[in-house]
């Protein structure tokens, strides 16, 4: 089971939080719907250095602010420019 660390202290848009709706903007122009369940920001380097994690032999992961748990039970994790914060009552449709 994951086990969530303490809310960052890293300031984000003011409307995108953990438990946040919201629309993410995929790199393949496809979007999906789900919740924020993380805040990665406090794993951020304080000189704004970028992180990346080396995945198998030839793959690099970079290290991005939300975790976000879709609709369809998929994990995804995006920065603030890839989300859209959505009124609780939005329709949750992904595409």
């Keep these: 089971m994951f ?6 202290s890293v300031p984000g848009p003011a409307q995108l939080s953990v438990h946040s709706r919201v629309r993410v903007q995929l790199p393949d122009g496809a979007q999906l719907t789900g919740v924020i369940f993380e805040d990665f920001a406090d794993l ?7 992180v990346s994690v080396k995945v198998g032999d030839n793959h690099r992961v970079r290290l ?11 994990l995804v994790f995006a920065d603030d420019a890839d989300l859209t914060a959505l009124d609780s009552a939005a329709p949750t449709e992904s595409k």
């Design 64 to 74: 991005r602010r939300w975790g976000i748990k879709a609709d369809d039970g998929t």
């Design 44 to 50: 951020f380097p304080a000189d704004g250095t970028e």
């Design 3 to 8: 086990k969530s660390h303490q809310p960052s």
